[in-house]
């Protein structure tokens, strides 16, 4: 009796904490991929930028922080039924994230626009900080050195 109400327990504790999300795994394959693509395209962007910060080309990292924000996951390339799917798996503590990785990437890009070398690497920083922060949360899964 005690045992099987403890299986209950856990199981609604389960089930009111999840409300449903399941994070990135709870995604359809294609919509998985489209992130997984994004992620690719953002690391691509991440390592031109570290490249135009050592040689100061202001005007590269103008560019491609620019790019990388508007990447915006939720707002490309995304069918509704898509973006219904993301809105129902990711907890809104990943969209915070990926929104404050975005805005950090704004504000690079503005940085460089001024030509600003601590701005610059302060927002770089930022955005470094915000991929680990959201794998550590979010993609243990994939990165299993973030699990424990
Ligand atoms: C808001 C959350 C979030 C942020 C911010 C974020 N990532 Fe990710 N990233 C993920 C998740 C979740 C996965 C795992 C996806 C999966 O398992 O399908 C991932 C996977 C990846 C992958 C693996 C893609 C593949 O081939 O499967 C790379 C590379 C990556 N991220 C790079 C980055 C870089 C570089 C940054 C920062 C510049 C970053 N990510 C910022 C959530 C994020």
């Not at 403890?6 to 999840?18: C, D, E, M």
């Not at 995604?27 to 690391?43: F, G, H, P, V």
């Not at 990711?90 to 030509?115: C, M, N, T, V, Y």
Request: proline residues 1%.
């Amino acid at each position: 009796m005690i045992k099987s109400l403890g299986i209950i327990i856990t199981a609604a504790t389960i089930l009111s904490a999840g409300e449903g999300q399941k994070g990135v795994e709870g995604l359809s394959k294609d919509t998985r991929t489209l992130l997984a693509d994004e992620m690719k395209y953002i690391e691509k962007g991440m390592h031109h930028i570290f490249s135009s910060i050592v040689k100061g080309e202001y005007e590269e990292i103008s560019k491609t922080a620019t790019d990388i924000h508007n990447s915006f996951i939720f707002a490309q390339n995304l069918t509704e039924a898509q973006r219904a799917e993301l809105k129902a798996n990711l907890p809104q503590g990943f969209i915070d994230l990926d929104r404050s990785f975005h805005a950090a990437a704004a504000k690079l890009s503005e940085a460089a626009e001024f030509e600003d070398k601590t701005a610059v690497e302060e927002n770089f920083a930022i955005m470094t900080g915000l991929c680990v922060q959201c794998h550590s949360a979010y993609a243990q899964q994939r990165f299993r050195a973030f699990s424990e």
